[in-house]
């Protein structure tokens, strides 16, 4: 089992420029959220996608999209970056369908923007 | 007042030692309780995971829940060198859409040979 796994590892990019990072959720798993991780502090919510249908929102700009293809794969996009974007974006899978799971992480991207 | 308190630490223990990590919350209508260790660079890892109140042993991890006092632990047994980390605690609500995780903002551990 591969687990989650996260495309790039690393990115760098220029303000205004528009990034998208990739999450393969694990096997068996419908579910995934995405989560920022700025340097010394916690994850931070930005949303949840299942059913290839956005489900819950975090509190972030309209910025920030993304994306459920029907093989529960999943895209975040990040439109006009700014320096404050630079963190380490994280997804996580889990299955909202029978019986409750955890949320497992991938390893992350971590995007710099300069 | 942030929904999860956290001390962001450093804490700095010998090899051996018994680790006591706590998070404080302010929302009563969470359920599930997790705890996360992340190493540098890396993703979180799930660690413990327990739904309201009581304890749960795995291993050296011990994790306590006191929902009447919104008061979660991690306890670390005969801790290692390799469990020098950041623990990150988080919780979420137990049903309805609300199915986001809420962290804090992670202890940083580093255990001494």
């Known amino acids: 089992d591969a687990g989650v796994t996260q495309s790039p590892t690393h990115l760098i990019k220029t303000r205004g420029q528009q990034v998208t990072l990739r999450c393969s959720p694990k096997?068996?798993?419908?579910?995934v959220s995405w989560y920022q991780q700025a340097l010394g502090q916690g994850p931070q919510f930005i949303f949840q996608y299942y059913e290839e249908e956005e489900r819950q929102r975090g509190n972030f700009p309209d910025r920030f999209s993304g994306h459920q293809f029907p093989n529960y794969s999943s895209e975040l996009n990040v439109n006009a970056l700014l320096l404050g974007d630079s963190a380490l974006y994280l997804c996580?899978?889990?299955?909202?369908?029978?019986?409750?799971?955890?949320?497992?992480f991938g390893q992350g991207t971590r995007l710099t923007v300069v | 007042q942030k929904e999860v308190e956290q001390d962001p630490g450093p804490l700095s223990v010998p090899e051996g030692a018994i680790v006591s990590l706590n998070c404080t919350y302010s929302n009563s209508a969470f359920q599930y309780f997790m705890w996360y260790r992340q190493y540098s660079r890396k993703g979180p890892e799930l660690l413990m995971y327990t739904y309201s109140s009581g304890n749960k042993e795995d291993g050296r991890f011990t994790a306590q829940v006191d929902k009447s006092s919104k008061y979660i632990s991690l306890f670390i047994r005969d801790s290692q060198p390799s469990d020098s980390a950041t623990y990150l605690c988080a919780m979420n609500l137990s049903g309805g859409s609300n199915y986001k995780l809420t962290f804090g903002k992670g202890t940083l551990l580093t255990v001494n040979p």
């Open positions: 996580a899978s889990e299955s909202l369908r029978g019986a409750r799971t955890e949320a497992f």
């Open positions: 096997s068996g798993h419908d579910t």
